[in-house]
């Protein structure tokens, strides 16, 4: 079983924000994050989507993110 719960986009950023990351552009709502030592990161979300458990396991490979920075 995943330990990834689902969670709203605005609650993802948050958590990525706090963990080192910043939003580097933005074009509508497609988010290019950035942070040093990593690749950049696309978050195309809108703030009230729901994200289910394997796109958060996808973002949390991608970003260091852990489910207890959530």
């Keep these: 079983m995943s330990d990834w719960k689902s969670d709203k986009a605005k609650r993802l950023l948050a ?3 706090r ?3 910043r939003v580097k552009r933005q074009t509508g ?3 290019i994050l950035e942070r040093s ?3 950049d990161v696309v978050f195309a979300f809108h703030d ?3 994200i289910g458990p394997k796109m958060l396991a996808r973002m949390a ?3 260091g993110l852990k489910p207890e920075d959530l």
């Design 29 to 31: 709502s497609h988010k």
């Design 15 to 17: 958590a990525l924000e």
């Design 37 to 39: 030592g990593w690749t």
């Design 19 to 21: 963990i080192g990351w």
């Design 61 to 63: 490979k991608a970003t």
């Design 48 to 50: 009230n989507d729901e």
